[in-house]
């Protein structure tokens, strides 16, 4: 498995932050009928967690379901050697809200962290000045749409700080940092 610095006490810290605030200031499922939750493709609607996050899981838990997945195999920075945690939900009616993973947290959102002078390829959503992490709209391909993305809405304060603060925090760790900066 994949070893990353950040510890577990950490990852129960940020989900305690995480757990106070949302994107928008409404349940954003009720728009899209939770189109990031739906399980209907199983496939395409896993998540990974990050290095280490399995650490505050347990995997005899059946809201998810895992697989380990060779870093290898797929398109992971160079520095990420061995298995990485890939997980599957049970959708929406049984999320385990206090437990869901940092990629549901700070969705739709992702880190970038851009030199001095890079332009982002994507839009920058929130940055603190002079500071090298961006967070931008995930812009990966999605088998759903999400409407906030496409419309590029206004997210609430509190959760761009907080997401900022977290993967500020998190970037701390190398592999985490070299996942946000796409090397
Ligand atoms: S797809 Fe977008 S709008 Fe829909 S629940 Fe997920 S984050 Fe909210
Ligand atoms: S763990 Fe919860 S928040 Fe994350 S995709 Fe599944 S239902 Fe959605």
């Not at 380990?68 to 929406?92: I, R």
Request: hydrophobic share 35%.
């Amino acid at each position: 498995m994949i070893k990353g610095k950040t510890r577990k006490n950490t990852y129960r810290a940020i989900y305690r932050l995480l757990d106070r605030v949302s994107p928008v200031p409404f349940d954003c499922g009720t728009i899209c009928g939770a189109a990031c939750c739906r399980t209907d493709e199983p496939e395409n609607m896993g998540l990974y967690l990050l290095p280490g996050e399995e650490k505050i899981h347990d995997r005899r838990d059946p809201w998810l379901t895992w697989e380990l997945q060779s870093t290898e195999e797929y398109d992971f920075p160079p520095s990420w050697h061995g298995k990485v945690c890939y997980v599957n939900c049970a959708g929406p009616e049984h999320c385990r809200r206090s437990l869901r993973p940092i990629q549901c947290r700070t969705f739709p959102l992702k880190p970038v962290i851009l030199k001095e002078g890079e332009e982002s390829p994507v839009p920058v959503v929130y940055r603190e000045p002079g500071c090298e992490l961006a967070l931008t709209w995930q812009d990966e391909a999605l088998p759903y749409c999400c409407p906030l993305i496409a419309s590029a809405a206004a997210l609430d304060p509190a959760f761009l700080r907080a997401t900022y603060t977290v993967w500020k925090h998190l970037i701390r760790d190398p592999l985490i940092r070299d996942l946000a900066a796409g090397r």
